[in-house]
């Protein structure tokens, strides 16, 4: 079933480093990304922050436990004239580098652990995340903040601030 998701959407992408620097990927059964590499994707739901999701996708589709350590990209595009489609892209960090992959089945057919050489290269990877690779990005420097308010009026349950140093 298909969900109504409105004329603005919000996706979230999770880039997954363990200690060899290698990215965790999966390729989608479904839509565009059919049979591509891309990264653990999906909608921010109704009461989570856009970390939040991320951290629910990227478990929800390979079974790891991850943290956001900050913001690194944001994709804006318009679908059709008509769907304003946008996606904050995340770098995560495994919690525990034993863990193992648990695929999602119903929705990937692969997930892996590839270097960037190896996505950038490997031409069966998606346009965003060959153009991620090549940008290295295990070289950016990113931090979150975590527990300011900006004001009661706002009425905030959850806020988080992300930035390139």
């Known amino acids: 079933m298909k969900k109504d998701r409105g004329k603005v959407w919000l996706g979230v992408a999770g880039v997954v480093m363990n200690s060899e620097g290698k990215w965790l990927v999966v390729k989608k059964k479904y839509s565009g990304l059919k049979g591509v590499w891309s990264l653990p994707a999906g909608f ?14 990227v478990k929800e589709e390979t079974g790891i436990d991850c943290e956001v350590t900050g913001l690194i990209g944001f994709r804006s595009g318009v679908i059709r004239e008509e769907i304003s489609d946008n996606m904050a892209i995340f770098l995560c960090r495994m919690e525990d580098e034993n863990q193992p992959i648990q695929i999602q089945e119903l929705e990937l057919s692969d997930v892996q ?53």
């Open 113 to 165: 652990w590839l270097t960037e050489d190896e996505i950038a290269r490997k031409g069966e990877s998606s346009v965003m995340l060959e153009e991620m690779a090549h940008q290295q990005l295990a070289n950016h420097q990113l931090y979150k903040i975590e527990g300011v308010n900006p004001g009661d009026i706002f009425q905030y349950t959850a806020y988080k601030l992300f930035f390139h140093k």
């Open 44 to 57: 921010v739901q109704a009461g989570e922050t856009a970390d939040q999701a991320v951290v629910r996708e």
